[in-house]
Structure formats: C-alpha cells, structure tokens
C-alpha cells in the first residue's frame, strides 16, 4: 500500500508541475498583466468599466462602519446603500457609507460647513474628505 500511495503522490505532483510548466508558458511579456491573469485563470477579470458589473460585484466596506451595507428601515424590499464616498489619498482610499462619513466629520471639532457639504479629516490618513449634509440635518 505504501509504494502505491508513493506512486500516487509523485503522479499528482508530476501533473502539477506540468500544469505550472504549461501555464508558464502562456505568460508573455508582451501582454498586460490582466491579460496574463485571464490566460492564467482561464477566465475574464471583473471590471468596473464593463456595463455588465453591479456595484455590489466588487464589496467594499465603509471604513467606518466596516459593513458592506447599512441595514435599512424597510427590511422587505430594499437592501441599504453602498459606500460611495472615497478617500482621495491614493495611499488610502477608504470608502465611506454617505451617513456614517458626515456623522464621523460631524462629531470633529475641526469641521468646517460651506453651502451644502461639511469638510473634516479622513479617520484614517486624515486627508481632507467631504460629504454632502444630509437634509434635515442640523449642522455645528
């Protein structure tokens, strides 16, 4: 039994290493690298230029919250929004629900309001964000 699990065991390491030979050599330089992914993966990458992809394709969390999306009152039919707000420092990019980011930057001393948005530091890289002040909010 033993000499025929050895046997086994090098067969599926054999394979594997053809798989990996064969796909390595699919790798070109003159491809991109989404391009080589594809070939790789042997399928499409999702992109967020296609008209196809939903938002909720790609699950962000609110750098806040850290749910994908809020819960709302109406649990029957509607699922809560997605984080639409981003961060603008490339090294960051945190995304924010709408809600969660003007309480955040409402609760800063060192806010600041101008006509309908509230301006603070981003929790994270302390960036300037903005959010725009929900209606009905009272504001500083």
Known sequence: EDDEDAKRNKNHKQNQSDKELTNSKRWSKERSIRE????WFGSPL???LSPSTEKSD???ECGICYTHRLPTEDTSTEEGPLPEV???NSSCNRHYHESCLFEWLHSLPTARVSFDRIFGSCPYCCE???VKIPNG???H
């Open 86 to 88: 981003k961060c603008s």
């Open 46 to 48: 999702p992109s967020p």
């Open 128 to 130: 300037t964000v903005s």
């Open 36 to 39: 080589n992914l594809e070939m």
């Open 58 to 60: 790609f699950l962000v």
């Open 137 to 139: 909010s009272n504001s």
